[in-house]
């Protein structure tokens, strides 16, 4: 450790400089409790802190009365794919009340389209066409009719039963199905600024499953910035009124269906909703459910996946499973089958089903084991920031660094015993996350004060390549700055441009000032995907980015840290949407082309101005697919090269062209995922696409419109196909001859 540093003057200024640096930290944390600004770092550290007090302290044991009905790949293999029809839903739902005498059972699955698989639509058609004149047809299909509508026959093995249907609620504004009645209407907390978990459409069961169900509750959680599930929206607010959780559901109809009522804290100040618990009123005695400022209530999760009996919902279909083992249990039928895509992140498991989220719900609310976080919390928490961080801001400044340590690390340990006290003993949320980080910043200010100047090297790359590249990369070229230089080099990189589609019409319809706020709310994100990455940004050029990787360092897999920037660019961008919507902006959309290839590199420019960056043709073709993305309508297209270099992603082949300026044909490419990654249904549609091309290069124009058309029903929305078929068509009617190569000419950029 480095001695204690000396300053030049007055030591009681010394201390004074530090101790001010030191409250500055203290109104820093302080103004992050309360909300003023939010803290990125500090956020994450919370989680990870809470993560770290759920699994101390879960008691990885198995519930026994919850079971989860397991559409498995066993179930999957027996029973054929996923929907099952629903007579044999009808035949489930037999079994479990009839058979096993179980409780109550939720879906953590939704019945939003109609079950055609008897056939009866079929017969219906012969009997308006082919057999419209066949009576002894018209009577048969009469009676058996009713043993062939699917959705009537399971409504009606679900009506007068203990079943509880799910539904998600969503961000975009597409509704189907049947909501449930809310649990609170319109209006119900008028006047109260509560902050509800709002929804913008959902997808909901065909109104007569609804209709027949005993409820229905969402099965929608709140997935925090870390793409972690730690809450669930007990209420979620849909068109002005409120609705249950599917969890919630299950609770009230396996108690008799207590009414839910709101619990408001008394004397509550302006702006404050006061809205901290939810109750349900039941003979045995009051359940209560606390809330935060969303109305979520945090997931008492008890282990890892497996802390809840799961069975094979074949087996009970094929009465496998012996009655007692679902005697008056709670049921929820839910999935783990990865094809189903129903796996969250959650704080105890990386990959966990959805369906064992809602059962810890379950089990929490029935056992009152529900971690709150008070609203008084937030004042306690600034009164111990204010304690602790003024008094390590005067003590340590005073201190050896033996002390200065003993002293931190006393005050880290007593915020951290406090708020696990809290958390076992109280069931109360203590954030540490502000305290600990104040903690470990004051003192590490205290021990680097005099040391905070960098090295002559670090500040000359710094100076040097700052502006291009993230600060990792930064400390890295520190390192080994014989690695750097500025003078101008040949090796190969991989470019990427990006540039907004339409965007000239975007600024003729903005004022100047929200034009550029909407360049910076776009070109801000993009530019940290990039770097995150680590891509070098070139330069902005108005609404496009043009950025390279393999360069002023050397990256061994340039091109795929492009591909993965490119991906996450489009992802990051569609995430943003909704706040463009919000802010009266158009949404925006983006073109990235990608190209691998051999260019100059280093400082260019004149005895004026020069700037660091790349030349050569590898250069012009990226910018030339980023341009014909639009042609294609795909968001990214990579060269041949690109696509050669980084062999483990599928790529979609799109067309061989030539594009304006160059006379060499290359071959283009969409990358869509990593191999192993991608669905056997997206796999198998890249396949016949392939197909497609093939007959479309050997001119089997008839062939080729045949699987085209099976593409466009397939997957209706992509455009690739309809411009294939336009071209097939054109050809065929335009034969190019012989001699033609398959390539498409471009005369514009």
């Not at 409250?23 to 939010?38: K, T």
């Not at 209407?185 to 909901?204: D, E, H, L, Q, V």
């Not at 068109?239 to 599917?246: D, F, K």
Request: aromatic share 10%; with cysteine; proline share 5%.
């Amino acid at each position: 450790m480095p001695a204690w540093p000396t300053y030049e003057g007055d030591g009681v200024r010394k201390n004074a400089i530090l101790i001010g640096l030191g409250l500055l930290i203290v109104l820093i944390f302080v103004g992050n409790v309360a909300n003023f600004y939010r803290i990125g770092f500090v956020d994450r550290i919370s989680a990870i802190l809470y993560d770290y007090r759920l699994s101390l302290t879960m008691p990885s044991t198995v519930d026994e009365r919850i079971v989860i009905l397991d559409i498995d790949e066993k179930s999957l293999k027996e029973e054929g794919r996923w929907p099952w029809s629903r007579d044999r839903l009808g035949d489930l739902m037999d079994k479990l009340f009839d058979r096993h005498g179980i409780a109550v059972v939720g879906f953590d699955v939704v019945f939003a389209e109609k079950d055609e698989s008897s056939g009866l639509r079929v017969l219906q058609k012969l009997g308006q066409n082919q057999l419209r004149d066949n009576a002894a047809f018209h009577s048969t299909l009469a009676q058996v009719r009713p043993q062939l509508e699917y959705d009537q026959l399971f409504a009606d093995k679900i009506r007068d039963r203990n079943v509880v249907l799910g539904y998600y609620l969503s961000s975009t504004e597409n509704t189907s199905g049947m909501l449930p009645e809310p649990s609170f209407p319109a209006g119900a907390f008028k006047g109260r600024p509560i902050m509800f978990t709002s929804w913008s459409g959902y997808g909901a069961n065909l109104p007569e499953l609804q209709q027949a169900a005993a409820a229905a509750g969402h099965f929608t959680p709140v997935v925090d910035s870390d793409g972690v599930v730690r809450r669930v929206p007990i209420l979620a607010e849909y068109n002005g009124a409120y609705y249950e959780s599917l969890s919630l559901a299950m609770v009230r109809n396996l108690l008799g269906k207590p009414p839910l009522l709101p619990g408001f804290a008394e004397g509550r100040s302006e702006g404050y909703g006061g809205l901290e618990w939810l109750e349900l009123d039941t003979p045995a005695g009051v359940l209560k459910i606390p809330v935060d400022d969303s109305v979520a209530t945090l997931v008492p999760y008890r282990g890892g996946q497996g802390s809840f009996r799961y069975i094979s919902i074949a087996d009970v279909l094929h009465d496998r499973v012996a009655p007692e083992l679902l005697k008056d249990k709670i049921v929820l039928v839910g999935t783990t089958a990865p094809g189903l895509l129903d796996m969250r992140a959650t704080p105890v498991a990386e990959v966990y089903p959805g369906v064992e989220v809602h059962a810890n719900m379950i089990a929490g609310i029935l056992d009152q084991n529900l971690k709150e976080k008070p609203p008084y919390m937030l004042g306690a928490e600034v009164v111990w920031l204010l304690l602790i961080g003024i008094a390590l801001s005067f003590l340590l400044p005073t201190l050896s660094p033996v002390k200065a340590i003993l002293v931190s690390a006393l005050m880290f340990a007593t915020t951290m015993g406090l708020s696990l006290a809290a958390w076992h003993y109280g069931n109360i949320l203590m954030p540490a996350a502000n305290s600990l980080m104040m903690i470990a910043l004051i003192f590490a200010l205290d021990m680097s004060y005099g040391y905070f100047i960098e090295s002559r090297t670090k500040r000359q790359i710094t100076g040097l390549f700052g502006q291009y590249v993230p600060g990792e990369l930064v400390e890295e070229m520190a390192e080994h700055p014989e690695s750097v230089s500025m003078e101008g080099d040949s090796r190969e990189m991989t470019i990427l441009f990006s540039d907004v589609r339409g965007f000239t019409t975007i600024s003729e319809g903005l004022e100047p000032k929200e034009l550029t706020l909407l360049m910076n709310e776009f070109l801000t994100p993009l530019s940290r995907v990039v770097y995150k990455h680590r891509g070098t940004i070139d330069k902005y050029m108005g609404d496009c980015i043009m950025a390279f990787w393999g360069a002023p360092l050397p990256d061994a897999e340039h091109a795929r840290h492009a591909i993965l920037a490119g991906i996450e660019m489009q992802a990051t961008l569609k995430a943003r949407q909704p706040y463009f919507k919000e802010r009266g902006w158009p949404e925006i959309h983006i073109g990235v082309g990608i190209n691998t290839g051999r260019v100059s590199v280093g400082n260019m420019g004149s005895e004026v101005r020069v700037a660091y960056t790349v030349m050569g043709d590898a250069v012009n073709l990226a910018s030339r697919l980023e341009g014909i993305t639009k042609q294609y309508g795909v968001g990214i297209i990579v060269g041949e090269n690109t696509r050669h270099t980084v062999a483990d992603f599928v790529y979609r082949e799109l067309d061989h062209v030539r594009v304006k300026g160059k006379d060499k044909p290359v071959a283009i490419y969409e990358p869509i995922g990593l191999s192993g990654a991608v669905a056997k249904e997206l796999q198998d549609e890249i396949n016949l696409f392939h197909e497609v091309r093939r007959l479309y290069r050997k001119q089997d124009w008839d062939l080729a419109e045949l699987q085209l058309v099976n593409l466009q029903r397939m997957s209706p929305d992509t455009a690739l196909y309809r411009i294939y078929a336009e071209r097939v068509t054109y050809f065929r009617n335009n034969p190019p001859g012989d001699d033609w190569d398959g390539v498409f000419v471009f005369q514009t950029k």
